[in-house]
């Protein structure tokens, strides 16, 4: 098992991650809701990485940030065809990781959690529903000069301090 944080930085300087992420940075230059930035990813990493300790979750850091650095990959599909992003995430998040030293056991738990991030349901995995909190909780809505026009539900919108 690997204990550093080799395989993440191997799926940052990724070809087809750089590529996703420089198009993804494009396309939401002009957004006025929250943008799907490296630091988003990193967000969204810590949090679920303070969870997965908080709750004793049997889940290694380098797992939970590889995860986090995909989840919302897919975007640039989304954005060009329509393809939700979360289902767009998980093909391109295959793709890299079949470049690099995953195990099987390893890519399905990425992959699945990928593909779960958007429901809150509490049969999804224990990295699915961390990755879901943090993606949350990651967002400074109170802070956002365009939340009254944002279209998230006001139970997902995160107004006030909390991590």
């Given at each position: 098992m690997h204990t550093d944080m080799t395989r993440v930085n191997a799926i940052w300087q990724h070809p087809l991650y750089q590529?996703?992420?420089?198009?993804?940075?494009?396309?939401?230059?002009?957004?006025?809701?929250?943008?799907h930035t490296p630091e988003h990813f990193l967000d969204v990493a810590r949090l679920a990485y303070i969870f997965a300790l908080e709750?004793?979750?049997?889940?290694?850091?380098?797992l939970i940030y590889c995860t986090a650095l995909l989840h919302d990959i897919g975007r640039v599909r989304?954005?060009?065809?329509g393809t939700?992003?979360?289902?767009a995430g998980v093909q391109i998040a295959e793709q890299i990781l079949s470049d690099?030293?995953?195990?099987?056991?390893?890519?399905?738990?990425?992959?699945?959690?990928?593909?779960?991030?958007?429901?809150s349901k509490e049969e999804t995995s224990s990295l699915s529903r961390?990755?879901?909190?943090?993606?949350?909780?990651?967002?400074?809505?109170f802070l956002c000069p365009a939340e009254k026009e944002c279209y998230w539900d006001l139970s997902k919108k995160n107004m006030m301090i909390q991590y």
């Amino acid at each position: 098992m690997h204990t550093d944080m080799t395989r993440v930085n191997a799926i940052w300087q990724h070809p087809l991650y750089q590529q996703n992420l420089k198009d993804l940075i494009h396309l939401e230059a002009d957004r006025i809701f929250c943008r799907h930035t490296p630091e988003h990813f990193l967000d969204v990493a810590r949090l679920a990485y303070i969870f997965a300790l908080e709750r004793g979750l049997n889940c290694s850091r380098e797992l939970i940030y590889c995860t986090a650095l995909l989840h919302d990959i897919g975007r640039v599909r989304q954005y060009m065809d329509g393809t939700p992003h979360d289902e767009a995430g998980v093909q391109i998040a295959e793709q890299i990781l079949s470049d690099l030293a995953f195990s099987s056991a390893e890519k399905e738990q990425i992959l699945t959690a990928i593909g779960e991030h958007r429901s809150s349901k509490e049969e999804t995995s224990s990295l699915s529903r961390i990755l879901y909190e943090a993606d949350k909780k990651s967002r400074m809505c109170f802070l956002c000069p365009a939340e009254k026009e944002c279209y998230w539900d006001l139970s997902k919108k995160n107004m006030m301090i909390q991590y």
